[in-house]
């Protein structure tokens, strides 16, 4: 591996450290784009970028995994839904509302303020953080480590996600499937319909 | 009947000076910045010059991808043009150049050479980022199977990630993010339409394609593309195609249920390639699940509004992510650079050393052995040669596909993949996790 | 469940017939026609520019001034000159215009054409620089007496009858006159149609 003499070089000039603020550069303003921006798709879009910087530490952390889950969960998957959501809800009316009005503020400022103070106290409380004094570059593969510890200590949180989503599934599919009558009728009405060209 | 013959042989004719053409300058660059520049580098300043010559090195696979796309874009859409003409018996372009070798060469400066247009009402910065992030992922997407293609060669190894696979397939999921973003911001009804039926498409046959390959991981036991590729060494039976080796553990003395579960095993492998081949087809915009630019109904989809040398980019990113899906194909199920048949590849590694030596010999003298030497590497020629035959083999079947098959309806579309192809791929992957442990 | 994958199974075999047949015709010698480099054959009834041709024998022009076409024509794109001769009596032609920027190539003209001096000919590169250039005049109209011989061995025309010939007898001669001058009046009073039934 010559490239790694590359790489421990890269290591000491503590480029780790200027990309971790390159990102952390783009990322906030793209978050507060999400927020500020007028326009409803566009801060959707921004919300991928923002994923994907996140996805970017993800990287410098030497989480490969975490990191592409991210883009391909999140920064794809996810946002996509989102904003095809905005797309053909109608975002117009919602421009020309005000956001800003006193009662909205103090709501907002009170429910930042609290999510910013648990989660503050909580990176604050954990003292020793494990990355901290290890070399990254001498960690096992961490895609097996995650999968062990997903089988193993994990199983249940794991298997308790897993019940969740299909419950959600489950739930989607009968949300769907409830139709007013008469909306049902009109479905059945209008595939016959289609049904009867497609023989033409 | 001779003329058709002649028509087949211009193709091939044409493919081979492509071909030849495209390694030729993928190699040669490569070898230039990363074996003969450091060699100079490290012969004129000794130890200071290490960091660059490493630098150098680094910098082979960035530079060898940047060369390959634009020239395999060109030699693909030539292709697939020929392919299409062979099939619905014309001619195709024969004007530029021999045989109209380069006519897309000319297209390509052409489209480079138009004027770009704004429509008006559009978001100008989402309308100019769309290309750039419909086209980025697929440059950086090639990255790590350049170490299966070369055969691990020293200079791709830094490449070669060991998620690679999990990586390529994160990647593949950005350029629906272009697509969405480039026909919401062109202010066109017909990009908006074609944008949104290319995100309901990608994410409806990205799970059936996560889950094949998934299974494929499985069997092989490994997210690394170069172990994948080498699992399959040996011959055609080791193939995952035909069950990654399933077959080749039978003896005579077996028991009937090893058997039994080994040809299970092998049916249920080739059903996942036809999985995959019809939900890359799907992924790639190919033509039965062409909808998000069905020319026949919304003028040309999402890149209706693009002209000029940002429609160049979608077109290229396009069939660049062709050929990385085909790729993809080659080393996942069909065995990577590795022969069909044993004993094909040591007497192509062979028969390939007899002729270096036989030709280069005489240049020892001039100390100029060890650059051939670096240059020309038996083994790696002959991965890189059955990947190559293998890719192309699986774009060209795409052309057949394209010639062949009528698109399909948008409900037709979302029925095939949430109602017949998830599950398929939900009991292939059960079933294959049971059978490899039976075999 | 049997029957899905039985159905599964059919449509997998009818994409793959579909692919093969779609191969197999990769083997078979290509239609083009490579069309500056190799003109095509056209038959002969290919409505094409407009001509005017000559008698292929006596190099006689055809034209006998009747104004049929210039009235069937739909575009209205025909514009004739002519004149009575004062030496003869006859209608004589000065002029014969067509604009083929104008013209759709119906073919009308040369059905009512009596004499069958007016016909479609195989051409079909007829680019110009401007509008103006479309419109033909007499002398780019007519054909020689090798085209006009060409064309009507090609659509299988009656051969013409040669014209009426300054007569011995100067009677005779006035009498084909008098009726080809009034041809043309008798027909204008009339619809055009009706006449033609």
């Avoid at chain 2, 911001?185 to 889950?211: D, F, T, W």
């Avoid at chain 2, 299970?264 to 998000?292: H, K, S, W």
């Avoid at chain 3, 009507?152 to 006159?177: S, V, Y």
């Amino acid at each position: 591996m010559e490239s790694l003499n590359l790489l421990t070089a890269l290591a000491h000039v503590n480029v780790e450290q200027g990309f971790f603020y390159v990102l952390a550069a783009i990322a906030i303003p793209l978050a507060y784009g999400v927020v500020f921006d007028r326009n409803v798709i566009r801060s959707g879009f921004l919300l991928i970028g923002v994923f994907a910087t996140i996805a970017g530490l993800f990287f410098l952390l030497q989480a490969q995994f975490l990191g592409l889950s991210q883009i391909l969960i999140y920064g794809v998957g996810i946002t996509l839904v989102i904003v095809i959501a905005l797309m053909l809800t109608n975002a117009r009316q919602e421009t020309g509302m005000n956001p800003a009005l006193p009662a909205n503020v103090g709501l907002a400022s009170f429910v930042s303020v609290l999510v910013f103070t648990t989660i503050y106290l909580s990176l604050r409380s954990a003292e020793d953080w494990p990355l901290k004094n290890e070399s990254s570059l001498s960690l096992p593969p961490n895609i097996e480590m995650i999968g062990k510890h997903l089988m193993t200590y994990y199983a249940l949180p794991f298997e308790f996600a897993s019940i969740l989503l299909l419950a959600a599934l489950v739930g989607a599919v009968m949300l769907s499937k409830a139709e007013p009558a008469s909306l049902a009728n009109a479905g059945d009405e209008a595939e016959q319909a289609v049904d009867g060209t497609d023989r033409v | 009947m001779n003329s058709a013959v002649f028509e087949i042989g211009k193709f091939a004719r044409l493919t081979l000076l492509w071909l030849c053409i495209i390694f030729g300058a993928v190699w040669g660059v490569s070898w230039s910045i990363g074996v003969l520049l450091p060699a100079v580098i490290l012969s004129q300043s000794g130890e200071s010059g290490r960091f660059w010559a490493q630098l150098l090195q680094a910098l082979v696979p960035v530079v060898a991808v940047a060369l390959f796309v634009p020239l395999n874009t060109c030699y693909m859409v030539l292709a697939e043009r020929r392919l299409l003409a062979l099939f619905t018996v014309r001619k195709g372009p024969n004007r530029v150049g021999p045989d109209g070798a380069f006519q897309t060469v000319a297209d390509a400066l052409k489209l480079l050479l138009k004027e770009e247009i704004t429509p008006r009402g559009a978001d100008l910065l989402m309308y100019t980022l769309a290309p750039v992030i419909f086209f980025a992922p697929s440059i950086i997407g090639v990255m790590p199977l350049l170490a299966a293609v070369s055969g691990n060669h020293p200079l791709f190894t830094p490449v070669n990630l060991p998620t690679g696979v999990f990586y390529i397939l994160a990647v593949s999921s950005i350029p629906v993010v272009g697509v969405v973003m480039g026909g919401w911001a062109s202010n066109n009804k017909y990009s908006l339409v074609g944008a949104l039926r290319s995100a309901a498409q990608a994410i409806s046959y990205e799970i059936p394609l996560l889950l094949s390959i998934i299974t494929v991981c499985l069997l092989a036991g490994t997210l690394d593309f170069v172990q994948i590729a080498d699992n399959q060494r040996g011959s055609l039976l080791n193939w995952n195609i035909l069950g990654g080796g399933a077959l080749t553990h039978l003896g005579i003395g077996s028991p009937w249920w090893s058997i039994a579960a080994a040809l299970l095993l092998a049916a249920c492998c080739i059903l996942l390639f036809a999985l995959y081949v019809i939900c890359a087809c799907a992924e790639v915009n190919r033509t039965p699940f062409d909808l998000p630019e069905a020319e026949s109904e919304l003028v040309s989809g999402f890149n209706t509004e693009y002209s000029g040398i940002k429609f160049a980019i979608f077109f290229l990113a396009e069939y660049t992510n062709l050929f990385i899906v085909s790729t993809f194909a080659a080393v996942m199920f069909l065995g990577g650079g590795h022969a069909p048949f044993p004993g094909l590849e040591d007497a192509c590694i062979s028969g390939l050393r007899g002729l270096l030596a036989a030709w280069f010999g005489a240049c020892t003298p001039f100390q100029l052995g060890w650059l051939v030497n670096s240059l020309v590497n038996p083994a790696t020629v002959s991965q890189v040669f059955w990947i190559i035959v293998k890719s192309y083999a699986l774009v060209w079947f795409a052309s057949l596909i394209r010639a062949t098959l009528p698109r399909l309806r948008i409900d037709q579309l979302m029925d095939y993949s949430w109602k017949r192809l998830v599950p398929l791929a939900l009991i292939l992957l059960i079933a294959v996790t049971f059978l490899k442990e039976l075999v | 469940m049997l029957g899905m994958v039985g159905r599964a199974a059919e449509g997998f075999y009818q994409v793959c017939r579909g692919l093969w047949t779609v191969f197999k015709h990769s083997g078979r010698p290509p239609t083009t026609k490579e069309f500056p480099d190799v003109m095509p054959e056209l038959p002969g009834a290919f409505r094409g520019r407009l001509a005017l041709a000559v008698n292929p024998e006596t190099g006689e022009h055809l034209c006998i001034s009747c104004r049929q076409c210039e009235r069937v024509c739909p575009d209205k794109c025909i514009d004739i000159t002519a004149h009575k001769s004062p030496q003869t009596g006859k209608l004589e032609l000065i002029d014969f215009k067509i604009d083929h920027g104008l013209c759709m190539f119906c073919g009308l003209c040369t059905e009512v054409c009596p004499t069958s001096c007016i016909i479609n000919t195989s051409d079909f590169e007829m680019s110009e620089y401007s509008r103006g250039a479309l419109i033909y005049d007499l002398k780019r109209l007519t054909l020689s007496q090798e085209e006009s011989a060409y064309y009507f061995a090609k659509k299988d025309l009656p051969p013409p009858k040669p014209k009426a010939k300054p007569a011995p007898k100067p009677e005779a001669a006035g009498d084909a006159g008098e009726s080809l001058a009034q041809q043309p009046s008798d027909v204008s009073q009339q619809p055009g149609p009706k006449a033609e039934e």
